[in-house]
């Protein structure tokens, strides 16, 4: 008993000198001790100060913040850091205050309360404040000016940037309700359907496909024109890459009775770039060549340009033996929403964005795009790429690709699993599709409802929506890492969001992957058998 006298004696002496405002609350909330210089701070005597509930102290806008702040601490027994409050003061002004707070335990190792520390942050906001309000100050100064120039360059680069958010924004308000229309007519064939339903439900797999491919096109132009595209560099196997791209048309080509050929030349080992976006841009190629051609051949073919001791310049060939395209319309085929037909009674579809991606990809990868074409006779759509020499192809390893489900249901049945979502049938579509691979699930349809779960029980994987309302998905996670109990736990963010700047907020606010809405379900159980081994692996 005298040590823990004398203990309390020495933590009221450090308070009492410190320069900051120490308390201590019961776990009711009630203030059980304030040092003198968070009194002065206050303006307001000890007394008044330990009789007064301190909810009557605290600005109005700020009441929902701190009585959520100290519910979830007090639920999950631990303390909470840099939360900003702000408090009355004597002149009945307000002065904020950044508080970060620990748990007391009695004897018995029950909560009986907490103590803290609060910084008064009021002038750093201001001079934040007065910071952001100088660079607003700045940059509509600099505005003014490109205005007064009157540099015409300029004006057509804002409105371009215009239009690409434009087109992200209707991208992401379309890809939502599609994750929704994709899982349910999953759904529905798992649950078993009628040879009618079952053609049926190819007919919208088909229609919602050919609706992605769209987004995705409007989607990857706006990212290309706005700047926001970033290639990858890893290792390239282009003959495989080649035989994957025949093997995405075989059947289409098979059904036309269009011979479908690849010829790859030879080339050096190790050479590093973007798969995705190279089989993309040929992708692009190659549909329109089957599209256009109904006998005869369509040849992939890659071969070496030139090559130096650090890179190796390949280009690509789609050649077909199609309608062909008359030399009045081949200048604008590269151009967004341009085709070779545009009237209103054209006879093949598309959105005209394909050869403006190609191109676009073209450039990003330092290379170039052209075309040859004869009426009745055929086309030659090529590109280059300039391509870096790397230390040789890597070894894949990940065996999701498998059967993710299986191995899930396997390894895994029982996990909890937290899916937080705003969205009704986003969180229907999630729930049946993990219940389906035997997994607990619970549901969220807010940041705040996440984070008071997660509170309160452990989970294995939280998938996080990232735009919702009342709290979003990147405050929550950021909430849910302040706990102990999923300081480490696989947040998995779920969103139409998909620029790359979207991906990089997330891992920024804790969050371990990152999983882009509308989503196949192997898409979703190969992310999820990720996290679920991850958050083995970080407990083990």
Known sequence: MPCCRKARKRYRGLAENSADWVWAMDREGRHTYCNQVG????????????LVDPASRVHPDDLKLLRLTFECAVAAAQGWRGVVIRWRIADGGYRAF????????????????????????TERQ???????????RLEELVAARTLELGEAKEAAEAANVAK????????????????????MAHLLRRGGVTPQQARQLDNIDSAAEHLLDVINDILDISKIEAGKLELEAIALDIPDLLRKVGSLLADRARAKGVRLMIEAGSLPDGLLGDPTRIQQALLNYANNALKFTDQGSVTLRAELLKADDDFVTVLFEVVDTGIG????????????????????????????????ITSRLAGLMGGEVGVDSTPNVGSRFWFSARLRRGQGLAEASDDTGVNAEALIRRDHGGCRILVVDDEPVNLEVARYLLEDAELRVDTAEDGEQAL??????????????????RMDGLDATRAIRMLEAHARTPIIAMTANAFAEDKARCLAAGMSDFLAKPFDPSTLYQVLLHGLRQGEESTA
Do not use: C, W
């Open 452 to 469: 008071a779960l997660a509170a309160t029980a452990g989970y294995a994987v939280i998938l996080m929506d990232m735009q919702m309302p």
């Open 164 to 183: 690409s958010a434009f087109l992200a924004n209707m991208s992401h308000e379309i890809r939502t309700p599609m994750n929704g229309i994709v899982g």
């Open 126 to 136: 201001r001079i934040e404040r007065e910071l952001e309000e100088h660079r607003g």
């Open 98 to 121: 950044e508080s970060n707070a620990s748990p007391i335990f009695d004897a018995a190792d029950e909560l009986v309360g907490f103590q803290g520390v609060d910084r008064d942050v």
């Open 39 to 50: 009194l002065d701070m206050l303006g307001t005597s000890a007394e008044e100060f330990l």
């Open 325 to 356: 395209i008359g030399a009045d319309a081949l200048r604008r085929l590269f151009s967004a929403f341009e085709q070779a037909d545009n009237s209103t009674t054209r006879k093949y579809g598309g959105t005209g964005l394909g050869l403006a």
